[in-house]
């Protein structure tokens, strides 16, 4: 018997147990794969001139970066911070995208924002309803809801991104090596149980039964901190069954951002420069160059777009194209294939970052309310205005473990 299982090792299930370990409860933290982290996971690409460039297959900013208390344990692990600017909002050497196109963009983009923000008291919306079906700028639109939301804009529920918007501040800093490093090493002397999938839990009784394929693990209390895909697809069931909380998962569905990387003979950019591929496509990346100095080039896909490019063959040689024609044709030799995510098929995600299906915005409450005081929620989604980020994450498990705190003092 275990005082507190924590099903889920990505940034929600290792804040909550490292909460309860921290206090002094009995806890430990399974997790369904043979590694910590979720969806933040960092990895490293060898160099030609020796080294290695450290790289984040899944969030790779700290969003928020002053009030994200990821960037306070960073600090206190003596993790670098880069708090240069991202550059999303620039093209180097103006290439395929030139100043008053960029200027007109800027105009589309505020125009939008500002009739979407007036309808806030009205009825929810998708985020298409806000700007016209033939204005030049919505591909470029809808390619940015791809990387913000994982999904185009008629997917987007208004009052969820509203809720997102209004909370975010401007300062996006990033780690050197590597956001996943961090999130992983926090687990640092944790009890885990590692490869242990749970299937179902069982709550008819005086104690909580988790089904795992080693057998069953008994506990008092149990906090979820899975990607909705594993409720809405029952991957994890519940005996008797949580309609409400499958219900709530469906409607706050994973979307999908992808990344490519690449590793690049002689680049000629600054560090950290940016060149958005196509910005008259919805179906184009964000391409970062040269991050924190080293020679490779990560490409950034969202939405329907990386839905679209079915393997990473497909998506590098998507890359690669979209550079060789802002760079010349003389680059496809110095560019080179290093690694792709596929988020969609990665076993037991499923997918990147939760967003609101239109009229579902109370979804996120829902999902994150307790059950009978031993049944706790956490996670990205349940985060009411910081979901699709790993500091939405890290608040909800340090709110699921004090309120399991809580009710053991009681």
């Known amino acids: 018997m275990v ?63 002053g009030r994200n208390p990821w960037t306070r344990i960073a600090g206190r692990a003596g993790f670098a911070i880069d708090r240069s600017s991202p550059n999303w909002d620039t093209q180097w050497r103006d290439l395929g995208f030139p100043p008053e196109a960029q200027q007109a963009f800027g105009a589309a983009w505020q125009r939008w924002e500002d009739v979407a923000h007036a309808a806030l008291d009205g009825p929810d919306r998708p985020l298409s309803d806000f700007v016209a079906a033939d204005d030049p700028w919505r591909p470029h639109l809808d390619a940015i809801s791809g990387y913000v939301n994982g999904a185009p804009l008629a997917r987007v529920s ?78 994890l069931s519940f005996s008797p069954a949580l309609p409400a909380k499958q219900a709530a998962s469906d409607a706050l569905p994973l979307g999908l951002a992808d990344k490519v990387f690449l590793t690049v003979d002689r680049p000629i950019w600054p560090t950290g420069a940016h060149l958005t591929g196509d910005p008259h496509r919805a179906c184009t990346a964000s391409h970062r160059l040269s991050p924190f100095g080293h020679p490779i080039i990560e490409s950034f896909f969202g939405g329907d777009c990386a839905e679209a490019l079915a393997t990473e063959a497909d998506a590098t040689a998507f890359a690669i194209d979209e550079l060789v024609a802002l760079l010349g044709s003389d680059w496809r030799r110095r560019l080179h294939p290093a690694i792709a995510t596929r988020w969609r098929h990665e076993p037991h995600i499923g997918g990147s970052y939760s967003h609101a299906r239109i009229g579902y915005r109370t979804a996120r409450a829902i999902l994150a309310e307790p059950v009978d005081d031993r049944l706790f929620f956490a996670g990205e989604a349940c985060s009411p205005q910081d979901f699709s980020t790993a500091h939405g994450a890290y608040q909800t498990g340090v709110a699921t473990a004090e309120a399991v705190i809580a009710h053991a003092g009681r």
């Open 158 to 235: 208004l009052h969820d991104w509203a809720a997102y918007e209004d909370a975010a501040t401007d300062d996006n800093w990033t780690l050197p090596d590597g956001y996943g490093t961090l999130v992983a090493g926090h687990a640092e002397g944790l009890p885990v149980r590692w490869s242990t999938p749970v299937h179902r839990i069982d709550h008819r009784g005086r104690s909580l039964r988790l089904d795992t394929p080693d057998g069953t693990i008994e506990a008092d209390r149990v906090i979820v901190a899975v990607p909705t895909t594993m409720l809405a697809s029952g991957a």
């Open 3 to 65: 005082g507190t299982v924590v099903i889920g090792g990505g940034a929600a299930g290792i804040a909550a147990t490292r909460h309860l370990h921290d206090a002094g409860h009995d806890v430990l933290l399974v997790e369904a794969s043979d590694r910590l982290g979720g969806r933040a996971r960092s990895h490293a690409i060898p160099l030609a001139g020796g080294g290695v460039a450290m790289v984040d297959l899944g969030c790779g900013w700290l969003h928020s970066a």
